[in-house]
Structures are given as structure tokens and as C-alpha cells.
């Protein structure tokens, strides 16, 4: 049973900074890629970051870029999202994934259906 669970998530101001983990078992962690995504209120879910097996390949959506770093520790199982220059428009649920390849690059990282296994979520309210 592949369990990912989520953590780090609080309040923050505007321009303030968060660290999320994402912690997995149940699976060979360092095989495969990991993402993470947001839901807003009222909001579809949408792409945050993805990152290969290895940590060597990396994609953001547009509205994180430059803000967002994503990264991995594959011999603790733990994902990471550091999350700097925070905006309003950051708030949201965050969810880390999992997903049955080594890498994804560009819009083949967008698609949550591609992901098979998901954490309960953690919330991030950034406050102006």
C-alpha cells in the first residue's frame, strides 16, 4: 500500500516563505517522479512542480517559476516545496503525487490523471 503524506502547510504573509514535505512508503521512492498540486477554492486542481526519479529534471508551472523549488531526498522518501515570495493567490490545498515512470518534461507533467497515488493534502493560506 503506497501511502504519501503531506506537511508544513500553515498561514503566511504575503512575501513570506513555506517548506512542505511530502513523506512516501510503500514503494520504491527513488524510481519514480513525484509532483505536486494545488486546489484553490472554487478552483479545478492544477500542476505545481514535478520532479524526476533521480532530481535531475524538474518542471514548474508558470505561475511558480523562480518562487517554487521542488526537491527530493530519495534516502529519506521525502519530496520538498520550498515556496518563497509567497502571493494571495498562492492559497490553496496542496497535494503531493506519485506517478508509474522516471520522468515527465513539459505539459506531460500537467496531467493528474497520470498520477496514481495521492496524499490527504495540506493547506497554505497566505494572507495580504
Known amino acids: 500500500q503506497v501511502q504519501l503524506v503531506e506537511s508544513g502547510g500553515g498561514l503566511a504573509q504575503a512575501g513570506g516563505s513555506l517548506r512542505l514535505s511530502c513523506v512516501q512508503s510503500?514503494?520504491?521512492?527513488?524510481?519514480?517522479?513525484m509532483g505536486w498540486f494545488r486546489q484553490a477554492p472554487g478552483k479545478e486542481r492544477a500542476f505545481v512542480a514535478a520532479i524526476s526519479w533521480s532530481g535531475g529534471t524538474k518542471d514548474y508551472a508558470d505561475s511558480v517559476k523562480g518562487r517554487f523549488t521542488i526537491s527530493r531526498d530519495n534516502a529519506k522518501n521525502t519530496m520538498y516545496l520550498q515556496m518563497n515570495s509567497l502571493k494571495p493567490e498562492d492559497t490553496a490545498v496542496y497535494y503531493c503525487?506519485?506517478?508509474?515512470?522516471?520522468?515527465?518534461?513539459?505539459?506531460?507533467?500537467?496531467?493528474?490523471?497520470?498520477?496514481?497515488?495521492w496524499g490527504p493534502g495540506t493547506q497554505v493560506t497566505v494572507s495580504t
Open positions: 510503500g514503494r520504491a521512492f527513488g524510481n519514480y517522479t
Open positions: 503525487a506519485t506517478r508509474p515512470d522516471y520522468q515527465c518534461t513539459g505539459s506531460g507533467c500537467y496531467e493528474d490523471y497520470l498520477y496514481d497515488y
